[in-house]
């Protein structure tokens, strides 16, 4: 599998499922720069500025909710939905009807394991190379 070192961007307010994903992050050696964002303004802001070859986010930030943050930045065209993952400990039918709407594909549900990690993020990050 041949994939170029990545920018990776977390956004969620819980500092140990940050570290978790962090840790998943560099266990998988794709990944040049690692950022993690804890609100979802601080999050929106990186993602005006920088393009991201996987995005992490959690929906209940504060600040700004994941629908908000994502509903914000659907008309810029640097970092694109493709690229998104939710993860969430709460993923209902309507909230998830509503970030496919948006082009979110993958979604992962806490408490989750590494492989779970895995098989959504390494998908993502072969079909978009640098």
Known sequence: MNISKADCLII??????CAILKVFCE??????NIIIA??????????????????????NIPKKNGLELLDELKFEK???ADKV????????IDK?????????KSFITKP???AQFKEKVLPILVKNPK
């Open 12 to 17: 969620d307010d819980d500092p140990e499922i």
């Open 27 to 32: 266990r998988l050696g794709h990944f040049r």
């Open 38 to 59: 804890h609100d979802g303004l601080i999050g929106c802001n990186k993602l005006r500025n920088q393009k991201f070859d996987l995005i992490l986010l959690d929906i």
């Open 78 to 80: 640097i970092n694109v």
């Open 85 to 92: 993952v939710i993860i969430s400990g709460a993923l209902d």
């Open 96 to 104: 998830m009807q509503s970030f496919m709407g948006l082009g979110i």
């Open 112 to 114: 989750f394991l590494e």
